[in-house]
């Protein structure tokens, strides 16, 4: 029965790596941090986690997690609906929106989740989504699950935004929905534009926190601190997994309502197991560190500025960035993967990203910057990029 199968699993396989594109993990043998070991390799310095905060191995965070898990043992086996929550999660999710200025929250086990459950409850064939071109793969499913109408605009084009709400006014409602920063640039979307766009073509606004929330903004509430928006966007939805502590688990925050008919209707949170009591404690104290002082926050945010100014000073091609993504452009496929090679040998550990993760001839090395990151380890890092930079002749 299987051996067709194979056959074609096979040669789908061989094409994936003739076209360079088979992606091959590399083991790491420590703690997430800003210094790690990969297997067979040297110690590395790492600048491609998505640890904004360093709080992957926080001391606090693993202590919460310890004791809730002796507390209220490993897991929940059940989803909530049928077998009830703890009130570790109930307080996260109230922490979550005390953190944006939402009136509630549903936790889902990853954003991915949250996104994908997001808008086929609310809306259906008479009604519109206006999505980002650069939207991350897990609101495109999440708009595919759904029978809305599907309109798509340009990366924050607002002009383009605009026509598109002008073409969706035939549709009930409408909802736009954004990334708040594109993981690839590092770019964050026009939100106060999109948001007089909303008033005016009357549209809900939608934003994914993932890349933003814990980054953007003086205290790192997110792009809506940035544009000075607490609570007027209706829906946003963010991860566990990155700045806020690298684990697991996703949310959806917002207008009352909506969290509400979430609950009762969003499939990936019916039927689904809830995040363990560990996750949700240690998640519960993030918020409580980024609340109690500015920090992990300022330190990002000085690590961020320092690593780019010296970068562009360096003569690196560095694409304009609002977040603590920094992406050195190489343009060509093949030096990305050389490059980022070199620079493993150096010590320094990123990964290049070429066509189809980003668009053909503009191939990159993504670097992202921690608050975990040491002035020392950010020299290094520079250091090692100008080296490489000359000897592959990117550099003069
Ligand atoms: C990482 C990411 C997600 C997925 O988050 P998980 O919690 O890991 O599933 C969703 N949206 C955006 C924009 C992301 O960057």
Request: aromatic share 8%; hydrophobic share 40%.
């Amino acid at each position: 029965m299987y051996t067709d199968f194979q056959k074609h699993l096979q040669t789908t396989l061989q094409e994936i790596k003739d076209a360079g594109l088979y992606k091959n993990e590399r083991v790491i043998i420590t703690p997430q941090s800003s210094a790690i070991k990969v297997e067979g390799g040297a110690d590395v310095i790492n600048f491609c986690a998505n640890n904004y905060l360093g709080l992957a191995d926080n001391a606090e965070l693993i202590q919460a997690a310890k004791d809730r898990m002796d507390a209220r043992g490993y897991g929940m086996a059940s989803v909530r609906f049928i077998c009830g929550t703890q009130d570790t999660h109930k307080q996260l999710e109230k922490a979550i929106s005390d953190f944006f200025g939402t009136e509630d929250t549903i936790l889902y086990a990853a954003c991915f989740d949250a996104n994908g459950g997001l808008f086929e409850p609310l809306l259906t064939e008479q009604d519109a989504i206006i999505s980002d071109a650069l939207n991350h793969a897990s609101i495109i499913d999440g708009v595919r699950l759904c029978k809305a109408v599907r309109y798509r605009y340009k990366n924050g084009d607002v002009a383009d935004l605009e026509e598109q709400l002008k073409a969706a006014q035939a549709q009930r409602f409408r909802i736009i929905a954004t990334d708040g920063v594109f993981s690839m640039d590092g770019n964050v979307c026009p939100l106060d534009k999109i948001y007089e766009l909303a008033q005016k073509y009357n549209a809900l606004v939608m934003v994914d926190e993932s890349h933003s929330a814990g980054v953007v903004g003086k205290t790192g509430h997110g792009v809506t601190e940035l544009y000075n928006m607490r609570g007027k966007i209706e829906i946003i939805t963010g991860t566990l997994g990155k700045a806020f502590g690298g684990s697991v688990g996703g949310f959806t925050t917002g207008k009352k309502e909506i969290i509400d008919l979430l609950r009762q209707r969003s499939r990936p949170y019916l039927f689904s197991n809830s995040i363990p009591p560990m996750i949700a404690a240690a998640g519960l104290k993030t918020f409580e560190l980024l609340t109690r002082d500015n920090t992990l926050q300022d330190k990002l945010h000085a690590n961020t500025e320092y690593f780019v100014t010296r970068m562009k000073a360096a003569g690196f091609d560095i694409k304009p960035t609002q977040s603590a993504i920094c992406a050195v452009m190489l343009y060509d496929a093949r030096l990305s993967q050389e490059f980022a090679a070199a620079l493993q040998q150096e010590g320094i550990y990123v990964t290049g990203f070429y066509y189809p993760v980003v668009p053909q001839g503009q191939a990159r090395i993504r670097v992202q910057l921690s608050a975990a990151h040491t002035q020392e380890q950010l020299d290094k890092g520079i250091a090692a990029f100008t080296k490489i930079g000359k000897q592959l002749r990117v550099l003069k």
